[in-house]
């Protein structure tokens, strides 16, 4: 069913109990059908969105607070981005950019190298998920330094991939009973600035690079990755200024 933006009234509008009717059957036919591992936060099926509005199976409209966990923050079924959809998989569904490019893959890494900060030569590649990416750039960095340790901090979160789940400092939901995890991973305090009392962002940065310095040594650091924005493991973002000297220093940085 293809529903315009526009025909959608921008509003929370309830005409059943939530979970309505409609939602409970479906709900239980997901017992029946789906994977225990796949949790539901809120048993309530989405028939049509847009803009900042969830339609549920049984009229209800809500507002869509979580985004697709921050995935559609220029609003759902948004004209350009259908638009942009539609007329590539009218062109073609996939290639396989490896086997036989195309120009959009091309244009992706074009506009990442124009956003990311730096005047130095900027490239990209391109993959399914954040676990993927950050698998890839731990990859790249190993082989690039020929050194093996990662720095990550507290409160981050990475993925839910062996690896990245190393990574992610949070146990639970994350982690419980899926060790043993990737090694050569080490962990280090982040600027809290909620928690840190008198400690600047400088001062944490300070802190951290002395740990790393002394615990694990900069010649044996392929990368530190940092979540500029925590929102899973710790909702707060470290101040600018706990960055630059990783940036800026002797240690390789994966991302910032």
Known sequence: MTVALQDLVQERRLVTELPG?????????????????????????????????LVDVDGNSLIDLGSGIAVVSVGNSAPHV?????????????????????????????????????THAKKSALFNSGSEAVENAVKIARHATGRTAIVVFDHAYHGRTNLTMALTAKNMPYKEGFGPFAPEVYRVPMSYPYRDGDITGAQAAKRAIDIITTQVGASNVAAVLINRSRARAASSCPPKASCRPSRRGALTTARC
């Not at 591992?37 to 049509?48: A, K, L, N, Y």
């Not at 086997?99 to 992706?108: L, Q, W």
């Open 21 to 53: 009717p409609r939602s409970k059957e479906l709900f239980a036919r997901r017992q029946a059908a789906v994977s225990n591992g796949v949790g539901t936060t809120f048993p309530v099926f989405i028939e049509r969105a847009g803009g900042g509005v």
């Open 82 to 118: 259908v638009e942009a959809v539609t007329d590539q998989v009218r062109a073609f569904t996939h290639t396989c950019f490896m086997v036989t490019p195309y120009e959009g893959y091309v244009e992706v890494c074009e506009q990442l190298a124009a956003v990311t900060p730096g």
